[in-house]
T-cell receptor, first 116, second 114 residues
């Protein structure tokens, strides 16, 4: 199947700093990528939909100024957590949709963010 | 609101026993249905999917799922569980008209005893 890679897999940062997480589709072009957040022992919550070359669409309740999403190419989307605070600590997972496929998504390995 | 329900938060089965994980979704046109598995600290791996056609779907690792329209269900089954199947299982649904947005169930944690 298609491969989606996330980097870094783990990151620890100080409160107030910004952290960037990359999501790459390695063997296909992804017109759409999705960013999810997962709290411990909970399900995945969709944060935003990232479309190549256009602004991301954020879900209700997600602060677009705190979670900056950039989808500059068909193989790369980035999530930047700005001015991170301990409550932003979480597991962030991206997924990508190949081309015009309307159903199946491929997921990255996830990135665990810990804000001290 | 569109929703996905996994009634069982935690299930424990003995190795070699059969397994069924339940999933129900809110009423609507037939959506796309998925089961994913997540090992601790890892991303999600697709086990199987249903788009249309035969309502019994075969997946990887010996898993299968059956779509029952009348019950709005997509239960995951495995005839004989292996210790390596211990993980978190998520049912996910793409509802019609939502532009491929996956709605996840709350997950079922499977524990396998030897």
């Amino acid at each position: 199947g298609a491969v989606v890679s996330q980097h870094p897999s783990r990151v620890i940062c100080k409160s107030g700093t910004s952290v960037k997480i990359e999501c790459r589709s390695l063997d296909f072009q992804a017109t759409t990528m999705f960013w999810y957040r997962q709290f411990p022992k909970q399900s995945l919550m969709l944060m935003a939909t990232s479309n190549e070359g256009s602004k991301a669409t954020y879900e209700q309740g997600v602060e677009k100024d705190k979670f900056l999403i950039n989808h500059a190419s068909l193989t790369l989307s980035t999530l930047t957590v700005t001015s991170a605070h301990p409550e932003d600590s979480s597991f962030y997972i991206c997924s990508a949709r190949p081309g015009l496929n309307t159903g199946e998504l491929f997921f990255g390995e996830g990135s665990r963010l810990t804000v001290l | 609101a569109q929703s996905v329900t996994q009634p069982d938060i935690h299930i424990t089965v003995s190795e070699g026993a059969s397994l069924e994980l339940r999933c129900n979704y809110s009423y609507g046109a037939t959506p796309y249905l998925f089961w994913y598995v997540q090992s601790p600290g890892q991303g999600l791996q697709l086990l199987l999917k249903y788009f249309s056609g035969d309502t019994l779907v075969q997946g990887i690792k010996g898993f299968e799922a059956e779509f029952k329209r009348s019950q709005s269900s997509f239960n995951l089954r495995k005839p004989s569980v292996h210790w390596s199947d211990a993980a978190e299982y998520f049912c996910a649904v793409v509802f019609t008209g939502t532009a491929s947005k996956l709605t996840f169930g709350t997950g079922t944690r499977l524990q396998v005893t030897l």
